[in-house]
């Protein structure tokens, strides 16, 4: 079993930054992929970001490409997101996944889940 942790939210006057962090343990694997996604109240949960551990390739949603950085530390076993210029509709939980295959957007491809972090974005 992967477990995973999230830590960083907060409230945050809009325009300005948060770093959430996502700590695994437990089980390892040489190469996967860890995602970050969010739900807002009433939404569905949706794709932010997402890392290839190995490649360290990147993706991002187009509405927070530019503001949004995703980034890991593989001493750590953790992943980052950078999060700069925020707005009120960046309002949400955010939620750390792990395993992932296939699409990288889509939730149902990752297998491991943090509990998440609520993130408020006063305007």
Partial sequence: QLQ?????GGLVQAG??????????????SNYRMG?????PGK?????????WSSENTYYADSVKGR?????????HTVYLQMNSLKPEDTAVY?????????????????????????TVSS
């Fill in 16 to 29: 300005g930054s948060l770093r959430l962090s996502c700590a695994a343990s437990g089980r390892t694997f």
């Fill in 68 to 76: 949004f950085t995703i980034s890991r530390v593989a001493a750590k």
């Fill in 36 to 40: 970050w996604f969010r739900q807002a």
């Fill in 4 to 8: 995973l942790v999230e830590s960083g």
């Fill in 95 to 119: 939620y750390c996944a792990a395993v992932g295959s296939g699409d990288y957007y889509l939730p149902s491809n990752y297998n491991y889940w943090g509990q998440g972090t609520q993130v």
């Fill in 44 to 52: 569905e949960r949706e794709f932010v970001a997402a890392i290839n």
